[in-house]
């Protein structure tokens, strides 16, 4: 058995004030059990000791709520530049070359995926014919 933290020692978030002893979890197994303080809002509580080690186990630490987190982000998102991808397509070269393989109708897969890239079929079709050359200087 490990030795309990001693009184005064600071463990996580929180200050040891006594050892309590051990208990059984619903696990069948032993966790220690301590009186603690939270060093930022005081408040007196009992914890195991794997408890104390999270970072969020006293109600002062837990994110206020979910809405204002969501702001959050949207202002960040507001003050971040814009990136235009108009010009990548959402499959790289080889996955559209893959999957076209791949395909048991390649005519309606050529224009399934153009859909999926957002571009015209003329483009996917330029793609697999440059891939396939590429393959094909592979091979020697």
């Not at 982000?73 to 999957?99: A, F, P, Q, T, Y």
């Not at 224009?111 to 200087?137: F, M, P, S, Y």
Request: proline fraction near 2%; aromatic fraction near 8%.
């Amino acid at each position: 058995m490990a030795t309990p933290y001693e009184k005064g020692r600071i463990v996580g978030s929180y200050e040891v004030i006594a050892y309590l002893g051990r208990r059984l979890n619903c696990l069948k197994q032993y966790e220690s059990v301590y009186r603690v303080r939270c060093t930022s809002c005081q408040k007196v509580q009992d914890m195991t000791s794997y408890d104390m080690r999270r970072p969020t186990s006293c109600e002062c630490q837990k994110p206020e709520n979910v809405r204002g987190i969501v702001r959050k982000w949207s202002r960040m998102r507001g003050v971040m530049e814009h990136v235009d991808n108009s010009d990548k397509l959402w499959m790289s070269d080889g996955e559209i070359r893959r999957h076209y393989n791949s395909l048991a109708d390649k005519v309606e897969g050529i224009t399934i995926l153009a859909q999926l890239n957002g571009v015209d079929e003329k483009t996917i079709r330029q793609i697999l014919h440059e891939q396939k050359l590429k393959e094909a200087k592979n091979e020697f």
